[in-house]
Nanobody, 119 residues
Framework: VQLQASGGGLVQAGGSLRLSCAAS????????MGWYRQAPGKQRDLVAV???????TYADSVKGRFTISRDNAENTWFLQMSSLKPEDTAVYYC??????????????WGKGTQVTVSS
């Protein structure tokens, strides 16, 4: 199984970006999809998660500005980021809990995509 993230880049404060993550390989079912971020010198933190039932959870710092969504048919999920702030600058990683069979599931990570917000 591989996760490929895309959509990062450089944007001015107040701007928007949309991240995408596509999962490929031996996928039976994806139960949970998410985005995490890691700024230089800091730990990797949860940004947003969406479950198979489309229940969402957001970090307090992004509520009202970021929206996570998923396309189950394409094993793809997205993070729409609006009203970006310099403190949103980080490497963004996609994550998913994926079943490769009825009996086995594990977490997978994408390689990360850089988001830089200039002031």
């Amino acid at each position: 199984v591989q996760l490929q993230a895309s959509g990062g880049g450089l944007v001015q404060a107040g701007g928007s970006l949309r991240l995408s993550c596509a999962a490929s390989g031996n996928i039976f079912r994806i139960s949970k999809m998410g985005w995490y971020r890691q700024a230089p010198g800091k730990q990797r933190d949860l940004v947003a998660v969406i479950t198979s039932g489309s229940s969402t959870t957001y970090a307090d710092s992004v509520k009202g500005r970021f929206t996570i969504s998923r396309d189950n048919a394409e094993n793809t999920w997205f993070l729409q980021m609006s009203s970006l702030k310099p403190e949103d600058t980080a490497v963004y990683y996609c994550n998913a809990n994926i079943k490769t069979s009825v009996y086995y599931a594990q977490d997978y990570w994408g390689k990360g995509t850089q988001v830089t917000v200039s002031s």
